[in-house]
C-alpha cells in the first residue's frame, strides 16, 4: 500500500480557491493513478476528479467540471486539486486515493486511503 496525507483545506468564501495537496509515500508514486473523492454530512462519499500515473488522462465529476484541476508532480511524489470559483455545496471531507489503474481510482475500489481534509465553503 501507499500511505497518503493529505493538506490544505479550511474555510473559504464561495466564490473562492483552495489547494488541497497529497503526498504519498511507502511505494513507487509514479506506478499509481491518483484520485479525490469527497463525502459531505450525512452523504455517500464521492468521486471527484482522477489522474493517471503519466498525468495524460483525467476524468472530472460533472459537479466539478471547469472550477477544479488536479494535477501530480512525480517527483514531489505529491497530487494536487486546485479548487476554484467554490460553492457552498463543495463542503465536504476530501480524501485522496491511490491505485494502480485508474478504473479502480474512479471506482473508488483502492485500499490507499489517506485521513481526509476539510473544506467549508461558506455563503
Known amino acids: 500500500q501507499v500511505q497518503l496525507v493529505e493538506s490544505g483545506g479550511g474555510l473559504v468564501q464561495a466564490g473562492g480557491s483552495l489547494r488541497l495537496s497529497c503526498a504519498a509515500s511507502g511505494r513507487t508514486f509514479s506506478n499509481y493513478a491518483m484520485g479525490w473523492f469527497r463525502q459531505a454530512p450525512g452523504k455517500e462519499r464521492e468521486f471527484v476528479a482522477a489522474?493517471?500515473?503519466?498525468?495524460?488522462?483525467?476524468y472530472y465529476a460533472d459537479s466539478v467540471k471547469g472550477r477544479f484541476t488536479i494535477s501530480r508532480d512525480n517527483a514531489k511524489t505529491t497530487v494536487y486539486l486546485q479548487m476554484n470559483s467554490l460553492k457552498p455545496e463543495d463542503t465536504a471531507v476530501y480524501y485522496c486515493t491511490a491505485a494502480q489503474g485508474i478504473l479502480n481510482v474512479r471506482l473508488g475500489s483502492s485500499s490507499s486511503w489517506g485521513q481526509g481534509t476539510q473544506v467549508t465553503v461558506s455563503s
Open positions: 489522474i493517471s500515473w503519466s498525468g495524460g488522462s483525467l
